[in-house]
């Protein structure tokens, strides 16, 4: 497997760039900064049946939401 690291800030034209030489999308949000809308917003923009899964970080113990 190849992992390449990508900006967090995505480009509208990414998908058709870079999209079609990846197999999977591993999609990192950020605990408490990271909003649902942000997340919708860069579904849409990739192909969702790419998506292989969601890492979140910056998670605190007790943490609720």
Request: hydrophobic share 45%; glycine share 12%; proline share 3%.
């Amino acid at each position: 497997f190849v992992v390449v690291d990508l900006p967090a800030g995505l480009r509208e034209d990414f998908p058709g760039m870079v999209g079609s030489h990846i197999d999977g999308y591993i999609i990192v949000v950020s605990a408490g900064k990271s909003t649902k809308t942000e997340v919708h917003q860069l579904l849409q923009i990739l192909n969702e049946s790419k998506v292989l899964g969601f890492v979140m970080n910056r998670v605190e113990q007790g943490m609720t939401g």
